[in-house]
């Protein structure tokens, strides 16, 4: 579970590092009108498939306590049940259960 922790974060910062580059490749293949030899070099330059590699969608939210990906929520960074004892317990300030 820790190897996860650390793969999570590892791919969150690759993230934030490349992210100005690809944008500015991806703008750059886009909107300049260029020929494809061109676009090739370019290619080549920029070395596409390391930005490709650490994208957006790898990043996946973790608990901090429980270290499980699935029913995250964002505001917290809590799985929906370590929340639920947390607030139970009176960890969380603030916060009630609320029933329809």
Do not use: P, Q
């Amino acid at each position: 579970m820790k190897y996860l922790r650390e793969k999570s974060k590892k791919n969150s910062f690759l993230f934030k590092k490349n992210e100005l580059d690809y944008l500015f490749f991806k703008s750059f293949l886009n909107f300049f009108d260029i020929n494809k030899n061109d676009k090739l070099k370019f290619c080549s330059k920029f070395w596409f498939l390391k930005l490709k590699k650490y994208s957006f969608v790898k990043i996946k939210n973790r608990c901090l306590l429980t270290n499980s990906s699935s029913s995250v929520y964002n505001r917290y960074k809590m799985h929906r049940m370590a929340l639920r004892l947390s607030i139970s317990n009176g960890y969380l300030n603030g916060l009630k259960k609320s029933s329809w």
